[in-house]
């Protein structure tokens, strides 16, 4: 009987174990893919920068997008974001180059910290996971690392 016993405390616990590592497993497999994912909004959005394309950007913005740039006002919505896009990135930026120095990632929250065209700005960003899984960017903060210039 002991020995039985012994068996069944066995399998009961190399099934836990099975269990701990599929989860932990699946847990990892997801977190690269959602960083992978991260990583191809982060791109599309340089990419649209760098070609001067206000749709390719766009097309990385939640529908409530909420723009926060540097001494303006935000800017809400996909529609506003259109315009303010449209004037802001109507030429190409070809040094446009986004660096992360943090992402954090909480079930439908994601949130990005870096700097942006090689240091000479930092920028935040937050994402929300789409209803397909993707992501898209909900809010965007960036400002640049030099001092503003004096008001006469």
């Avoid at 020995?3 to 997801?30: H, P, R």
């Avoid at 939640?62 to 315009?83: A, H, K, T």
């Avoid at 949130?111 to 090689?118: D, K, L, T, V």
């Amino acid at each position: 009987m002991r020995d039985e016993s012994n068996s069944i405390c066995g399998l009961f616990a190399c099934a836990t174990i099975c269990a701990c590592t599929m989860e932990y497993d699946s847990a990892v497999t997801s977190k690269t893919n959602d960083l992978a994912a991260i990583a191809l909004v982060r791109e599309q959005l340089a990419d649209g920068v760098r070609t001067g394309n206000p749709d390719r950007i766009l097309g990385t913005y939640d529908e409530s997008v909420v723009l926060m740039s540097p001494n303006e006002p935000p800017v809400i919505g996909l529609e506003e974001s259109r315009l303010w896009l449209e004037a802001a990135f109507s030429k190409p930026y070809p040094d446009a180059s986004y660096e992360t120095a943090q992402i954090q990632i909480s079930d439908d929250w994601a949130f990005e910290r870096g700097s942006y065209w090689e240091g000479s700005g930092k920028r935040l960003w937050i994402y929300r996971r789409q209803p397909d899984g993707g992501w898209k960017i909900s809010h965007i903060m960036w400002s640049s690392n030099s001092p503003s210039a004096p008001i006469d």
